[in-house]
């Protein structure tokens, strides 16, 4: 999926390298399925923004199905 050539895919590459930069102990690998980094990952604006998400403006944020 493309949005003005941001891709979803270079966008999760930016945050991850984003996290580990800021975050060196800690695992560069991503675990879709752990509540926190997902959470945080699709509440970003930019990602809703590619995702086409959240285009009403809701005013809470994401949070995956338990």
Same mark, same amino acid.
């Given at each position: ?9 270079? =966008? =999760? +590459? ?10 060196? &102990? ?13 959470? +945080?990952?699709?509440? =970003?604006?930019? +990602?809703?923004?590619? =995702?086409?998400?959240? +285009? ?5 944020? &994401?949070?995956?199905?338990?």
């Amino acid at each position: 999926m493309h949005n003005n050539g941001i891709t979803i895919g270079s =966008l =999760l +590459v930016d945050e991850i390298m984003n996290f580990h930069q800021s975050q060196p &102990w800690k695992s560069i690998a991503y675990y879709p399925c752990s509540e926190e980094p997902s959470q +945080v990952y699709f509440n =970003l604006p930019k +990602v809703q923004k590619a =995702l086409h998400a959240n +285009v009403t403006g809701i005013p809470y944020p &994401w949070k995956r199905c338990r």
